[in-house]
């Protein structure tokens, strides 16, 4: 823990001891808040874990538990929801086995929803690992799931090799 | 850069500037915000690098924000000419240059319509009819270089506002009649005020840009294509209220504009417009960047100093407003996006010829996002008082499949529907209020006879009940009561009285809820019955989905005469539930259709049917 309590250090002293920034740069590091990165957390701007785990849930974009290696994430706001986006995350729920929100056990794929990216004149937009993809139809995105898929099972028979 | 240490320096730089600016220069500005970059002007920008690369002397690229035609991107506009071409691939990219050169136009890449074609900025249908005084500088300005802001005249509102008093610019921006553009609008000027007569030497200016509003974009393309205009507009306000500190929060799902107003934060600091001393003068003012965490009610304003604090983004209640005691409990000034931006186009142009633009309580221009079921989607900017219809029709071009349009959704989440009949109606504040919408921060969404009405309505309850953040009663649980009655209407197990219930429960949530979002929360639903009210009977009473959208009311059927049994929906199908012999027509088999609707969407010959 010592090497991650000192980057923590160097964060908090970045931020001004802001929390939320503080979070948002754990998160991008472990793409999760890890519960002993919270406790220290905690302790280092004395506030009670309750508070930091009041922020830690109240906000979208962090998450308790680990992500997977792809994110793919829906838009649902309205214009994407008028266009079909719904179906969308149907289809991609169905091909990976997991509904919205979730992430797969083998830790490859989370799904998501968004409401609402502002790409609103070319939706549904998918966005798959922070590259956008515009006027999404379910099939299209099955098909990019299924070579994200692909990539990863090849990267697997190499590592066996 | 050089730091400029006074008003005249500053001057001086500009008019050298503006000198080296060669007007007849051909440049060609590439609209890059995230809609292009989504539709690859990336690439198209790759192309074009290597495309001039021998002829750089002729003319040069502009990579900018978004131009506002988004149904249009990639696009470019070539000057001085204003040459306008559409949808491009990086293959369009040396056809372009060589025929720039010579002087000619490339027929197959300008708008066209109904068999017309208009080649310059100025005659395409889209921007014809509107008044670009906010976004029209995004293609004259690559946002990562605030020496073409400046070209422009930019930062000039900021040196003439230095020159005046604090309570003379106050009162300018109050006789201009500037309203907030984020959604409630509230006089401007009066907020300036109220925040400057506070007590106190420590005030705060934010920039509210947690443009949460599905549907609504202008924020973010305002950022991102001309972000100095909005930075400008904050230092003006900053310097007529007397703070020092200034904060710009901008949702995390806007990832460029965070990059771009960062850049252009740095830029402006380097040259001595922001920071320490101002332009030499005993004025300080410093903005930091806050990225949102993902919460739609941050956009409330006390929510979002909440945030800012390092809390959970929680409302509270008003008063005291934050112009009181806001930020750390001091007072705070807190305008959108939109709103900064219109402030250094106030002071230039002097309040008269702002308040001579839009209707007698609206005054200006207003950015909208058109979307949805509609030609020409983007960002357009009218004048206030504009009717919807030819907002919808003439802007828009009305509907892009030939599809009966039948309403429009403004307002957000916190708006409603208004139907066609209403469009005649003008676009200000008031109209839109008395029919039962708002005007909130610009998002226009038209919808068509696919469209159902009560899937909106509950889309709405669904999307409001899940971002309520849950300190109210009426909000928390209030929504959520009204999110399932609609979810049993759509499913065919709504009652008649379920609408009176939805009224009742509607009118109480408006009356008792904290914040803006839960009084405003129930606008759809109310608006969706008084307005489409059939609708709602027809899944009720007859348990039927008139738009062909709510899954447990329709079936998919193929139409054996129209059906070639090309395979591609048997082929395509997750559930296994279409049968048939290549050739022959194909059937779907409905104990196995999981209605997902790809059948319906790879059909190339419109054989399969909603029921």
């Known amino acids: 823990m010592t090497e991650i309590s000192m980057s923590l250090e160097k964060c908090i002293r970045k931020h001004d001891s802001f929390l939320i920034p503080i979070l948002q740069d754990i998160q991008e590091h472990y793409h999760y808040l890890p519960e002993e ?52 995350v149907s289809a991609a729920s169905r091909e990976l086995g997991i509904e919205a929100g979730e992430t797969r056990k083998d830790l490859k794929f989370t799904l998501e929803t968004v409401n609402c990216l502002g790409c609103c004149a070319i939706g549904p937009i998918v966005v798959v690992d922070n590259e956008y993809y515009g006027q999404m139809r379910s099939q299209k995105a099955i098909a990019l799931i299924k070579s994200l898929e692909a990539e990863e099972q090849n990267a697997q028979i190499e590592l066996v090799r | 850069m050089p730091k400029l240490s006074s008003l005249d320096e500053f001057e001086s730089f500009q008019k050298k500037i503006k000198e080296s600016r060669d007007p007849k220069k051909v440049v060609i500005s590439i609209s890059s915000g995230t809609c292009g970059r989504t539709r690859g002007s990336a690439k198209v920008v790759e192309a074009f690098k290597q495309a001039i690369i021998s002829c750089k002397d002729k003319l040069s690229i502009r990579v900018t924000g978004c131009h506002g035609f988004c149904d249009a991107e990639p696009n470019v506009i070539i000057f001085p000419e204003e040459i306008f071409y559409k949808n491009l691939k990086p293959k369009d990219v040396t056809e372009i ?121 202008m924020d973010r393309s305002l950022l991102e294509g001309n972000p100095h205009s909005v930075i400008e507009g904050m230092i003006i306000s900053a310097y007529s209220i007397g703070a020092n500190e200034g904060w710009i929060y901008v949702r995390n799902e806007y990832p460029l504009a965070i990059k771009h107003v960062t850049i252009a934060i740095e830029q402006a600091k380097e040259l001595g417009l922001s920071g320490k001393n101002i332009l030499g003068l005993e004025f300080n003012f410093d903005i930091k960047v806050v990225k949102g965490a993902g919460a739609f009610i ?64 609206s005054k200006g221009t207003k950015i909208f996002s058109l ?74 969404i038209v919808m068509d006879e696919d469209t159902c009405m009560v899937d909106i309505a509950k889309y709405f309850a669904n999307f409001l009940q899940d971002e309520s953040c849950g300190k109210c009663v009426p909000c928390r649980e209030g929504i959520w009561h009204m999110f399932q009655i609609l979810a049993d209407i759509t499913e065919g197990k709504g009652k008649e009285e379920d609408l009176q219930l939805l009224e009742e429960l509607g009118n109480v949530i408006k009356a008792t809820s904290l914040c803006g979002l839960g009084q405003t929360a129930p606008n759809g639903v109310l608006s969706s019955i008084k307005y489409f009210k059939d609708e709602y009977f027809a899944h009720i009473r007859d348990k039927k989905c008139p738009a062909g959208v709510c899954k447990p009311l329709i079936e ?46 790879v059909c190339k010959y419109g054989a399969v049917t909603i029921s």
């Open chain 1, 37 to 88: 990165v919270l406790k220290e957390v905690a302790d280092k701007l004395k506030l009670p874990l309750r508070d930091v785990y009041g922020v830690a849930t109240f906000y979208r974009s962090f998450s308790l538990t680990p992500k997977g290696k792809h994110i793919i994430t829906v838009c649902l706001g309205t214009a994407c929801h008028v266009r079909g986006g719904e179906r969308i």
């Open chain 2, 97 to 217: 240059v060589e025929s720039t050169l010579k002087g000619e136009i490339i027929d197959n890449l300008v708008v066209s319509q109904n068999e017309e074609k208009f080649v310059h900025v100025s005659e395409i249908p889209f921007y014809k009819n509107q008044m670009r005084i906010i976004l029209g500088n995004n293609p004259l300005i690559d946002p990562t270089n605030i020496e073409d802001y400046i070209a422009v005249g930019g930062y000039g509102a900021l040196d003439k506002a230095l020159k005046m008093k604090p309570e003379e610019i106050i009162k300018e921006i109050k006789c201009s009649g500037l309203r907030g553009r984020g959604g409630a609008g509230f006089q401007t000027g009066k907020k300036w005020e109220i925040t400057r007569k506070q007590k106190g030497d420590v005030k705060y200016i934010i920039c509210n840009a947690d443009e949460g509003d599905p549907g609504a974009y």
């Open chain 2, 298 to 361: 941050c956009g409330e304003e006390t929510a979002l100093i909440h945030s800012i604090e390092g809390l959970r983004g929680v409302p509270r209640q008003r008063p005291p407003f934050p112009a009181e005691q806001g930020l750390f409990g001091k007072p705070t000034n807190i305008n959108n996006v939109e709103t900064y931006a219109n402030v250094p186009q106030i002071i230039k142009r002097g309040a008269d010829w702002f308040a001579s633009i839009g209707t007698k309580t």
């Open chain 2, 371 to 444: 979307v949805g079921k509609v030609k020409n989607t983007g960002l357009i900017e009218v004048p206030m008082g504009m009717t919807l219809r030819e907002v919808i029709f003439d802007v828009g071009g009305g509907s892009f499949n030939g599809k009966r349009i039948k309403a429009v959704q403004t307002g957000g989440p916190s708006g409603g529907c208004i139907p066609l009949e209403l469009f005649d109606l003008p676009v200000d504040y008031e109209s839109l209020t008395n029919a039962g919408s708002i005007m909130g921060s610009g998002g226009m």
């Open chain 2, 556 to 601: 998919y059927t193929i139409d054996a005469e129209k059906c070639t049994g090309c395979g591609l929906c048997k082929k395509n199908c997750p559930a296994d539930a279409i049968v048939g012999e290549l050739k022959e027509p194909h059937s779907i088999t409905q104990d196995g259709c999981i209605k997902c609707g790809i059948c319906h969407d």
